[in-house]
């Protein structure tokens, strides 16, 4: 009789759409790499001090090139509507540029001007005496040196950008900036700039990503990094997908969705490498059900597997527009053991694998798991980044439950942040009352 060893890989899929409004102040010194990626080579850190009133913020090099992108992700405005940045940055030195703006990945490399050069993007760009307007690879130079003034350094300024979608394909675009104290009080302003400007690839991006960078010596600290545009509603918000190997020697693929519009089903794809493009197509379509705002649970057994061979594993999710995403790949192992009686070992991530019932009223239930016993500590905040509670638990290793109890908050997007071992992450949740 063959045994396996059982190999259980999570990954937890879930994609952080913000809600309308997003804040990041940094006062968390891991906020920085829990909502943003890096380019190739980061180089910004996230401080505890430095900030505005000396609290949190991300720590800009003098000389240093780099650009920090979102993990999450904005919907277009709707024409007549408009998507809003901001951010407080503190004067460095008197050369050099800072910039943000929206594009259309979530991982994004910049040139010497703080213009993205990797995917298309709207966003601006200052200096000490002007700045820029970037249109993907175009550009709108501005000058108000004469008229107001150089950026002085020591400083804080409060650099506002605008997109209003006023067609189609049409963005008029405006900077704002206002000298600040260093508690993030305005003061004056200092300048306001428009343009307007055609751009077909960011109307036909389904998502937009938010970005800020800086290039050589301008800014010193960056700090309160505000977006307010409108959410994206999936398809599909994927809780889990998890691989693994069953006694009969079988690989057991099992997901979670927390909700589902408009979906047409499920594809397994699987290839003997960690290439999507050599992936086969395992199943016939599973089908969901229409419009589910429910928690749901899938499985598929793969009973064409041999022993002592690895096999790679994805998820695809078929829209009803034909359109599909991936998610994995998920990697077993199947291998013979000489001991028929051995206990499989199961390999747990440490993780957040669901929010149930989401959206809840007032409670509702997080299960996670934990790689080792150790404790665990929860804090739930607002689409401002207020915390609104907490609660640290004792958890052992394997799967593990604790109940959120939000009576006395009114209804609203909240985030529940799991921290456990130095492993952080995220879930959105809603509280409908």
């Given at each position: 009789?063959k ?6 890989i ?17 006062n ?13 080579t ?6 505890s ?34 998507a ?25 490399e ?65 900077m704002?900036i ?11 302003r ?24 800086n ?39 099992q ?66 527009n ?15 053991t ?13 993780g957040?694998k ?65 921290n ?9 949740v809603?509280?409908?009352?």
């Amino acid at each position: 009789m063959k045994t396996s060893f059982i190999c259980i890989i999570m990954i937890l899929v879930s994609t952080v759409l913000m809600g309308v409004t997003d804040l990041q102040n940094f006062n968390n010194t891991s906020d920085l790499t829990t909502w943003f990626n890096p380019d190739a080579t980061p180089v910004f850190t996230n401080i505890s001090t430095g900030g505005l009133s000396n609290s949190g913020s991300v720590s800009i090099p003098i000389g240093s090139f780099d650009v920090w992108t979102g993990v999450y992700s904005f919907g277009l405005p709707s024409i007549g509507n408009q998507a809003v940045l901001s951010g407080y940055f503190l004067i460095g030195a008197n050369s050099g540029y800072s910039g943000f703006g929206l594009a259309t990945a979530d991982v994004n490399e910049i040139n010497n001007e703080c213009n993205i050069t990797t995917s298309n993007s709207l966003g601006v760009q200052f200096h000490g005496g002007g700045g820029a307007f970037f249109n993907n690879t175009a550009s709108q130079n501005l000058d108000w040196f004469d008229e107001d003034g150089d950026l002085l350094e020591g400083s804080w300024y409060k650099i506002t950008f605008t997109i209003d979608r006023t067609a189609e394909s049409t963005f008029d675009l405006e900077m704002d900036i206002w000298l600040s104290d260093s508690d993030g009080v305005l003061q004056s302003r200092h300048t306001i700039q428009n343009w307007s400007c055609t751009n077909t690839d960011i109307s036909a991006a389904a998502e937009l990503y938010p970005y800020f960078c800086n290039a050589s010596e301008r800014s010193s600290h960056m700090d309160d990094f505000y977006v307010q545009a409108e959410e994206i509603t999936l398809p599909v918000t994927m809780s889990s997908f998890t691989a693994s190997v069953t006694a009969s020697n079988f690989v057991m693929l099992q997901w979670i969705t927390e909700s589902e519009s408009e979906m047409m089903g499920y594809n397994v794809h699987r290839s003997a490498a960690a290439n999507l493009e050599d992936a086969i197509r395992m199943n016939v379509l599973t089908i969901p059900a229409y419009n589910n705002p429910t928690q749901s649970e899938y499985s598929y057994m793969d009973e064409e597997v041999d022993s002592e061979q690895t096999y790679y594993y994805w998820l695809e999710s078929v829209e009803l527009n034909g359109s599909s995403r991936f998610y994995g790949p998920q990697i077993v192992t199947v291998t013979e053991t000489s001991e028929p009686d051995d206990t499989p070992e199961v390999v747990y991530a440490t993780g957040i694998k669901s929010v149930f019932p989401n959206p809840f009223n007032p409670m509702t239930t997080i299960s996670y798991s934990l790689a080792s016993d150790q404790t665990v500590h929860f804090t739930m905040f607002d689409l401002k980044g207020r915390k609104v509670g907490e609660m640290t638990k004792q958890g052992n290793k394997g799967n593990n439950t604790v109940t959120w109890n939000a009576e006395g908050l009114s209804s609203g997007i909240y985030f529940i942040r799991m921290n456990a071992g130095g492993e952080e992450e995220t879930r959105k949740v809603m509280l409908l009352k």
